[in-house]
């Protein structure tokens, strides 16, 4: 590659990772079952030149440039700081922060695995990595695949995984009950949904360490002994405020104990 195109794949690159996080704009909003893979697509076809520019810097002729990954992604670090702390007031910063968490999960770094280049892998364990250290949050990585055959299971990765464990259907009336009370009530207040982004951005990194843990049965059952039978008690008790704090209690301990 000469020097005249390698400078434009490097400033396209530059520009462009900064592009693919903050002018995703809401990502909540189009993260349902009905909306999410047409706004996915989307939002691939419209970065997948700036994908395709980051992997053309990393691949040379003798080899990869690792080190260009580590600059893209202090970059953006150091890019998403500076927007941070362009909002005055505390509480919309830290809700501006939970948009970005949300988008590097369901939006860049499924679009960035989904081509497959060689610098996939390492660039989002890279982002991971250096994005968590920074901002002192826990977002993981998953694949495009992987996201949307969970919403076939409606998006409720810990408490599917546990009734399964129990041998329990995926329409099961502890499942629906569960996913009903997301829907109507966790969805339609601020501090429920901001919950449910927290738990979207890290329940699936939860579910594969405890499926790897020596005992996933026995933490299942924990589960559902300390956190889901008692949640579901309070729904059916009309108790949905009691429940979204049990639910609260639930998703950081084992954001604690997982995700530490």
Same mark, same amino acid.
């Given at each position: 590659?000469? @020097?005249?195109?390698?400078?434009?794949?490097? /400033?396209?690159?530059?520009?462009?990772?900064?592009?693919?996080?903050?002018?995703?704009? /809401?990502?909540?909003?189009?993260?349902?079952? %009905?909306?999410?893979?047409?706004?996915?697509?989307?939002?691939?076809?419209?970065?997948?030149?700036? *994908?395709?520019? *980051?992997?053309?810097?990393?691949?040379?002729?003798?080899?990869?440039?690792?080190?260009? #990954?580590?600059?893209?992604?202090?970059?953006?670090?150091?890019?998403?700081? @500076?927007?941070?702390?362009?909002?005055?007031?505390?509480?919309?910063?830290?809700?501006?922060?939970? %948009?970005? %968490?949300?988008?590097?999960?369901?939006?860049?770094?499924?679009?960035?695995?989904?081509?497959?280049?060689? =610098?996939?892998?390492?660039?989002?364990?890279?982002?991971?990595?250096?994005? /968590?250290?920074?901002?002192?949050?826990?977002?993981?990585?998953?694949?495009?695949?992987? *996201?949307? =055959?969970?919403?076939?299971?409606? #998006?409720?990765?810990?408490?599917?995984?546990?009734?399964?464990s129990q041998g329990k259907a995926d329409d099961c009336y502890e499942l629906t009950l569960l996913r009903d009370y997301r829907d109507r009530y966790l969805l339609s207040t601020p501090e429920?949904?901001?919950? @449910?982004?927290?738990?979207?951005?890290?329940?699936?990194?939860?579910? =594969?360490? *405890?499926?790897? =843990?020596?005992?996933?049965?026995?933490?299942?059952?924990?589960?559902?002994? /300390?956190? #889901?039978?008692?949640?579901?008690?309070?729904?059916?008790?009309?108790?949905?405020?009691?429940?979204?704090?049990?639910?609260?209690?639930?998703?950081?301990? #084992?954001?604690?104990?997982?995700?530490?």
């Amino acid at each position: 590659m000469d @020097v005249v195109a390698y400078g434009e794949y490097y /400033n396209k690159a530059m520009q462009g990772i900064e592009d693919m996080l903050f002018q995703a704009g /809401n990502p909540l909003s189009s993260f349902k079952k %009905n909306l999410y893979a047409e706004a996915f697509q989307a939002y691939l076809r419209k970065y997948i030149e700036v *994908i395709d520019a *980051i992997e053309k810097v990393y691949v040379k002729e003798d080899g990869v440039d690792e080190e260009w #990954l580590l600059k893209l992604a202090d970059h953006l670090v150091e890019q998403a700081a @500076v927007e941070l702390e362009r909002i005055p007031k505390k509480g919309k910063r830290s809700e501006q922060l939970v %948009n970005y %968490n949300m988008t590097l999960a369901v939006y860049m770094f499924p679009a960035i695995l989904e081509q497959k280049g060689q =610098s996939a892998e390492p660039l989002t364990d890279c982002l991971v990595e250096k994005w /968590n250290a920074a901002f002192k949050t826990s977002v993981g990585k998953a694949s495009y695949e992987k *996201i949307e =055959s969970g919403f076939q299971k409606k #998006l409720c990765y810990i408490t599917t995984a546990v009734c399964e464990s129990q041998g329990k259907a995926d329409d099961c009336y502890e499942l629906t009950l569960l996913r009903d009370y997301r829907d109507r009530y966790l969805l339609s207040t601020p501090e429920g949904a901001e919950l @449910v982004r927290e738990y979207y951005n890290i329940a699936p990194t939860i579910v =594969s360490r *405890i499926a790897r =843990s020596e005992a996933p049965g026995q933490v299942y059952k924990e589960i559902w002994r /300390n956190y #889901l039978a008692p949640c579901i008690g309070m729904i059916e008790e009309g108790k949905p405020e009691e429940c979204r704090e049990r639910y609260m209690a639930m998703v950081y301990d #084992l954001k604690g104990r997982y995700m530490a």
